[in-house]
């Protein structure tokens, strides 16, 4: 039976993620504390792993029921720690010295700052795929390739590319069910440039979108729906809740259900 194996918040856009056993979800659709911050400069636009490169090499640890972030600098022996409510200018600060550029902490406790705001549900993906995808590259573990793709929800029991079936026509939706949450499956995600790079380094790999984009059409599930496929550059799926379910929760080990697409 498909069942959710993993659950990874990313409390502050483009930082590392936290494995949790469970999550609470949000009116939106979105995952409490995922997102739920972004870093921005001083025109208000995302400092984020598109833009800036130099973010990949700061480490960062949560501890979500604390509220608190321990922030590694390279060169830096002792990582530094803040409060995520209550100290966020000087995390802002310290920031804004690694960057050598102002910027600020930005907060949306709704929604988050998904990259996708009309599907802001949690991204799915089977940990099959991510196996399938690191065999492409060398040396590249499935550990890694999670990193790289920064999903939310990681399905078990089911064969590479099993969450191409989470969605169908562009009129459509695809409505499944994770535990008593229920979701609509939207489209496959659009990688960006974040993917080619090595997730502690931030070295990228010049071939990485070649050769993702020439085995992924190549493993392609004959059933899959290929007008959602614009280009073969895609991994993972786009979510939104399908009913009023704020406040439910996810956990590890709900089983997850097809039930109907429309």
């Known amino acids: 039976m498909p069942h959710l194996a993993k659950i990874v918040i990313y409390p502050i856009k483009s930082l590392d993620g936290v494995e949790v056993p469970q999550a609470r979800v949000l009116s939106s659709g979105a995952l409490e504390c995922d997102r739920e911050f972004a870093i921005v400069d001083a025109q208000g636009k995302f400092v984020n792993g598109k833009r800036h490169p130099k973010i990949h090499v700061l480490r960062s640890q949560f501890n979500l029921r604390n509220r608190t972030i321990s922030l590694q600098i390279p060169h830096q022996d002792v990582p530094q720690v803040f409060h995520l409510d209550h100290e966020q200018q000087a995390l802002a600060v310290t920031l804004s010295d690694f960057f050598e550029f102002p910027v600020q902490l930005v907060q949306?406790?709704?929604?988050?700052?998904?990259?996708?705001?009309?599907?802001?549900?949690?991204?799915?993906?089977?940990?099959?795929?991510?196996?399938?995808?690191?065999?492409?590259?060398v040396d590249v573990d499935v550990k890694q390739m999670r990193r790289r793709m920064r999903a939310n929800l990681e399905i078990a029991d089911v064969p590479a590319f099993w969450e191409d079936q989470l969605f169908a026509q562009s009129n459509q939706v695809v409505t499944f069910a994770v535990g008593d949450v229920l979701f609509f499956g939207v489209n496959p995600c659009q990688r960006c440039v974040v993917p080619t790079r090595h997730p502690d380094s931030a070295v990228a790999d010049p071939n990485f979108q070649k050769i993702f984009v020439q085995q992924r059409q190549a493993s392609l599930p004959a059933w899959v729906n290929l007008s959602r496929f614009n280009h073969f550059y895609r991994l993972s799926v786009n979510t939104r809740l399908a009913t009023s379910a704020s406040e439910k929760i996810l956990k590890v080990g709900d089983e997850i259900k097809i039930l109907d697409i429309g």
């Open 108 to 137: 949306n406790r709704q929604m988050g700052f998904p990259d996708d705001t009309n599907s802001p549900g949690p991204t799915v993906i089977s940990t099959a795929s991510l196996i399938e995808v690191a065999a492409w590259f």
